[in-house]
């Protein structure tokens, strides 16, 4: 059995054409073990002081009281990150990247000695990622088209790209990407794109690559 852990990222609940296709996929897939991370319609916090001298704390098992008070929803996140297999995030592109409550997600999740590692050999900083061997999926919705692999304004796309890079940062590198494009542009040309999209989700619930 699946365990997935699906994160949302639309600040849109109904409306939201990603969190629509994303529980779709999810609906195909009865057998899994669903949690729900909602961090477009909630307040995640960004890294701040406390955060950062908490995290990079020289001596991780050691940390004062206040500061585990300061990675307690980090810590949180990462244990929720840890118990899946599967990770499904769905999320718009907002100006050419990630909603912030995404972004801010991620901050909390990248973290030294618990979802990645960091040793100096030699003078030079190598990075060890500690999630391989998870798989993510990413759906993703735009208002504008042609941004993904090959298309003419890929160039723009700094959103599914840059999880990819987050997520193969911590050892999730089995990533699939399945776009709707075009929101804003032409209705019927953006329900076809929805309409592909549910057929590349459905067939990928169907496919070998969703069993664990
Ligand atoms: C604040 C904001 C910024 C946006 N920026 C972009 C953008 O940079 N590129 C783009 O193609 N669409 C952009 N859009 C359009 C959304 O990506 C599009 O409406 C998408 O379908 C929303 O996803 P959702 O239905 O899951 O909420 C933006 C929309 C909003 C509200």
Redesign the pocket.
């Known amino acids: 059995m699946n365990r997935i852990l699906a994160i949302h ?4 609940a109904e ?6 296709l994303a529980e779709g996929f999810l609906a195909a897939l009865p057998q899994a073990k669903i949690t729900r991370r909602e961090v ?1 319609r909630a307040d995640l916090p960004h890294v701040n002081e406390a955060f950062i001298a908490a995290a990079f704390h020289s001596e991780p098992g050691n940390r004062p009281l206040t500061m585990q008070a300061d990675l307690a929803l980090s810590d949180q996140l990462v244990d929720e990150l840890l118990d899946h297999d599967l990770l499904v995030i ?8 990630v ?1 912030s409550g995404l972004k801010a997600w991620v901050d909390q999740v990248v973290r030294l000695g618990r979802t990645f590692d960091l040793r100096i050999e030699d003078g030079e900083a190598q990075y060890e990622p500690l999630l391989k061997g998870r798989k993510a999926l990413i759906v ?6 042609g ?1 993904g692999p090959g298309g003419e304004l890929e160039w ?1 796309n700094h ?1 599914d790209t840059w999880l990819r890079v987050a997520l193969g940062f911590l050892g999730i590198e089995d990533v699939k990407v399945i776009a ?2 075009g ?2 542009g032409n209705p019927d040309a953006f329900r076809a794109s929805c309409q592909q999209a549910e057929r590349e989700l459905a067939s990928l619930a169907e496919s070998q690559w969703t069993r664990p």
Request: charged residues 25%; positive net charge; aromatic residues 6%.
């Open positions: 990222a639309s600040p849109r409306r939201s054409h990603s969190r629509r477009g769905s999320t718009p592109m907002y100006n050419f990247s909603p993703t919705s735009r208002g504008g088209a941004m723009m959103a709707a494009e929101e804003e």
